[in-house]
């Protein structure tokens, strides 16, 4: 890729901060935070530097199939449209009979993954949560499973009295390879008080992230925005998530989640195209620890996606199949992409598509 010389500087900031792009040197957050008065080309053209370095022309995907096991929650975090109290019209639990012909269904699609990821209910016992792993694992031992979030391993210590540590032992044995992200929301006290204030806090969040990473279990990472914070506690947020990867180097991927504001109590407005390829781009190129940035379809569209590929991102997630926590909250993304259209995605946006693993091994490549 060339060099940034084409790129138009207003001052002495930006040349500051194109020098360590060039170099390869971290940006702090107060440029960070500058990046966000840059305009959007600017950003982009540093990003895909970055990530043209990370990731040549590569941009990847795969095969997968989400499952939310159940939508009753007992946390009630006021931007979630998903989650319901038991006795609620809406309420739905998946049997594990169900969830089994879920799995069978995606594995003789292709499926490398399944990413399962629910809401709390006061009435799953900690072998719950358990057993539906193993069996998974038991039925279908290729299949990759990453599951449950910070929040649900919190709870899943809390009822069992277990350490992070054994409770992470315990679903390692019996099969999941990789955790989620979700759960990270915004880190700050300030902001979770108003949209999350039962669940898992963000110290616990990176506690249970850090504890999986000295397992050798690799964790994704996210941020919702586009809420209540403002642009310092994004940048917050994204600084005790380089702090703790310097530390482990466990996590894979960072997932920006853009918010969708319908259908629950907190409400507000959609995130503008322009803010999700800033926050795109801006992680691109402050996370220099992170290997990949996805561009998730379901919160940013397929278009926005497409084009994120040309702000910083290297990756789209997948196939999906199935998906309830966004849609409840208004997203209007297909709820399934065949993977012939992620591939025209990917190719839309001048990239080579990469079928991948959870881990981010390629298992084929469309050169050409
Ligand atoms: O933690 C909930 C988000 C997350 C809304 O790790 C919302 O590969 C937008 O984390 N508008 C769960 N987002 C999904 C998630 C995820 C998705 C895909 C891949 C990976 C990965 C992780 O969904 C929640 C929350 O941040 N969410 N409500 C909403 N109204
Ligand atoms: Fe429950 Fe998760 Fe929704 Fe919060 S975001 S209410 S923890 S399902």
Redesign the pocket.
Known sequence: MKGLENLKLRGRRDEEIVEKVLKGERIDEGEALYLYSRDLTFVGALAEFINFKKNQNYAYFIVNRQINPTNICIYGCT????GVKASDSRAYELSLTEILKKVEDSYKNGAKEV?I?GGVPPHWKYDDYINLIRRIKEEFPQILI?AY?AVEIKYMAQISKKSYEEVLRDLKEAGVCAL??????IFSERVRRIIAPYKASGEEYLQIHEVAHKLGIPT?A?M?YGHVETLEERIEHLKLLRELQDRTGGFQ?F?P????PYN?RLGGERTSPVDDLKTVAIARIYLDNFKHV?A?WI?LGERIATLALNFGADDL?GTIEEEK??HS?GTKSAVRQAKERLIRMIREAGKIPVERDTFYNPLKVWEG
Do not use: R
């Open positions: 931007f979630c449209s998903f990413h990821v990453k979030t989620p992200g979700g759960g990270a929301e994704n996210t919702l991927v997932i989640l853009a918010y969708w629950n996805k998730y919160t997630d926590i966004v909250a």
